[in-house]
């Protein structure tokens, strides 16, 4: 059975690693990728925050050495989902099972303003920036804010407000200075409020501005505010701003969307269209947007696809289970698991933060990149 996944992000890393765990040299993967490296999202922040440096974050795909699967740099300019088809750069690509895992692409012009008087701190490029700024930042008024719903790792922005918080304090502007974060959500976590309780605390206790249900519809570069959805504005020195996202436009012009998201069933992550399913940030599953959770479904299609491949019966399901780790500074982590089952309301619980989770989640990071590269690695 030949698989082509679309994407080597998390889900199409871990997708690629199982099918060939599980099948050796049998396994007939082709997995296409635009990118020449793999960037794991956190590390944005690692190399914002200047804990590590932006070459050594990246995990060069020519790395991937597996049996069964063919890494294929290219962009990919059309998807064929009836015929499972797909047109690239290097050529046409036929699958018995197409994985699309192509994520979702971000975009800082949509948001008025947001290129010329903000930074985006979400692309590898946006963040890189945010740090020499932040490395300059003499003090003054920053804002960490949101754009539109939905977004990649929800916790990320309360995560960057506590490290801007730290790195000021570190380099002795903290108190010539404000940190606010603007939130389109009612509450930092709000699927585990034992976690949503904590950030709050951190908030209060290191001074740091909260604005639940506050979105950011752009920025006015003259007067620097930025212009809140309902008519608000909000001053700022430094906004440091998480961009609109949406799917690739190969995957938005596949006809696979509705309302802006390729439908998956949630517990099979099959798409509408026989043998075609999708993993991670590119589908509406009902997840939040992050890694985790498209490497647990990836896994699940995986192991639907070896039964397939063995004339069995699939029986894995996706379990809407997610651990994120969330960054409070002073080289400590909390952990928040969450689930979202269909129908259901979402679950979590929360570890509170301490220098053993960041042992963790720095061993979350060096096991992907030995599973996926072969390498050894520490995020910093
Ligand atoms: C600041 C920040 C911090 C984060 N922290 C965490 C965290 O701590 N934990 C966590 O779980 N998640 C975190 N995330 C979120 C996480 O990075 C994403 O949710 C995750 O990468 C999604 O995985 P994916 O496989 O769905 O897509 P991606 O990892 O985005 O992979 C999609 C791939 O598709 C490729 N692609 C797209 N279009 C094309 C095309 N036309 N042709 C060829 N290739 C294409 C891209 O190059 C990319 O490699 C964070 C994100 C940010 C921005």
Do not use: N
Not at 157 to 168: F, I, K, N, W
Not at 256 to 279: F, N, Q, R, S
């Amino acid at each position: 059975m030949r698989v082509v996944v679309l994407g080597a992000g998390f889900g199409g890393l871990e997708l690629a690693a199982r099918l060939s765990e599980e099948l050796g040299a049998a396994a007939d993967v082709v997995l296409i990728d635009g990118a020449d490296a793999f960037i794991m999202g956190f590390s944005k922040l690692d190399v914002m925050f200047g804990r590590t440096d932006a070459a050594a974050v990246r995990h060069p795909y020519s790395a991937i050495d597996k049996p069964g699967v063919r890494f294929v740099q290219t962009v990919i300019r059309a998807i064929d989902p009836a015929a499972r088809r797909v047109e690239t750069d290097a050529g046409a690509f036929e699958a018995d099972a197409l994985v699309v895992a192509l994520g979702a692409d971000l975009d800082p012009a949509a948001t008025p303003g947001l290129t010329e008087a903000g930074i985006d701190f979400y692309t590898p490029a946006g963040a890189f920036a945010a740090r020499e700024v932040l490395e300059r930042f003499d003090g003054g008024r920053v804002v960490v804010g949101v754009t539109s719903t939905p977004f990649k790792c929800p916790p990320a922005p309360s995560e960057t407000a506590l490290l801007v918080h730290d790195l000021l304090t570190r380099r002795g502007v903290r108190d010539r200075s404000e940190v606010a974060l603007a939130m389109p959500l009612p509450s930092p976590v709000p699927p585990a409020p034992s976690a949503s309780h904590s950030l709050l605390d951190a908030f209060a206790e290191r001074d740091i501005e909260w604005h639940p249900g506050t979105l950011v519809r752009g920025l006015d570069p003259r007067r620097r505010v930025a212009l809140l959805e309902g008519g608000g504005e909000m001053p700022f020195d430094l906004f440091l701003g998480v961009p609109v996202h949406r799917v690739p436009a190969v995957v938005a012009e596949s006809g696979m969307c509705v309302d802006g998201w390729i439908p998956v069933d949630p517990l099979t992550l099959e798409t509408a269209y026989p043998g075609v399913y999708a993993v991670g940030d590119v589908t509406s599953v009902g997840t939040p947007k992050a890694g985790v959770f498209s490497e647990r479904q990836a896994a699940v299609v995986a192991d639907r696809l070896v039964a397939l491949q063995r004339g069995e019966e699939p029986g894995a399901t996706y379990d809407g289970t997610g651990v994120c780790y969330v960054e409070y500074g002073g080289d400590r982590v909390g952990r928040v698991e969450v689930t979202f089952r269909s129908g259901e309301a979402p679950t979590g619980t929360f570890d509170a933060p301490s220098e053993a989770l960041a042992a963790g989640k720095r061993e979350f990071g060096t096991s992907r990149a030995r599973r996926w590269f072969g390498r050894e690695w520490s995020a910093f």
